[in-house]
T-cell receptor, first 112, second 115 residues
């Protein structure tokens, strides 16, 4: 399984963009890069995933490095509700649908 | 569409007692997962059902834990007898059967406290 490295914590001001980095230098060529987040007192929540190209959805954008050894989750305008722990998780492409391996993640604080 | 639901939201039991946690996945999701977070640790996988069959139970800590998914719908996770180190939050998740990338939808969790 690919190992990931994320900063323990980050701070942002409300309404400003946030860039959450993840290093996954041992990722396999067949692994998707998924991001989940966990808001306080809730279960984890899917945010976005990608393979090689940058991806956008209503929640965030995902920028994947050309060598796929790192990626960045981008929240374009942070809100107080975005305060959560964000997890970067490689996931095997295709095959049986296996479990998610959670690391420590990045705790994002958003200041008003 | 209803999300993943878990019951109870909180359970407090004494060491040696039995507790059964329930998870109702999203309708139509064949894949059902159990995870848990014990105090101060990361979220860890316990097991994975595909319909009523156990696909992967490599994360189950010991034989005090028994998971079932009768009829491929809801699932139960029984802890018998409970020990102090079983305290934590137990999450259930479900996903559709897709060949490529798939997202898992998590329930709110059951907080188990063993005293």
């Amino acid at each position: 399984d690919a190992k990931t490295t994320q900063p323990n914590s980050m701070e942002s001001n409300e309404e400003e963009p946030v860039h959450l980095p993840c290093n996954h230098s041992t990722i396999s060529g067949t692994d998707y890069i998924h991001w989940y987040r966990q808001l306080p007192s809730q279960g984890p929540e899917y945010v976005i995933h990608g393979l090689t190209s940058n991806v956008n959805n209503r929640m965030a954008s995902l920028a994947i490095a050309e060598d796929r050894k790192s990626s960045t989750l981008i929240l374009h305008r942070a809100t107080l509700r975005d305060a959560a722990v964000y997890y970067c998780i490689p996931q095997r492409r295709g095959g049986s649908q296996g479990n998610l391996i959670f690391g420590k993640g990045t705790k994002l604080s958003v200041k008003p | 569409e209803a999300g993943v639901t878990q019951f109870p939201s909180h359970s407090v039991i004494e060491k040696g007692q039995t507790v059964t946690l329930r998870c109702d996945p999203i309708s139509g999701h064949d894949n059902l997962y159990w995870y848990r977070r014990v105090m101060g640790k990361e979220i860890k996988f316990l097991l994975h059902f595909v319909k009523e069959s156990k696909q992967d139970e490599s994360g189950m800590p010991n034989n005090r834990f028994l998971a079932e998914r009768t009829g491929g719908t809801y699932s139960t996770l029984k802890v018998q007898p409970a020990e102090l180190e079983d305290s934590g939050v137990y999450f259930c998740a479900s996903s559709q059967d897709r060949r490529e990338a798939y997202e898992q939808y998590f329930g709110p969790g059951t907080r188990l406290t063993v005293t």
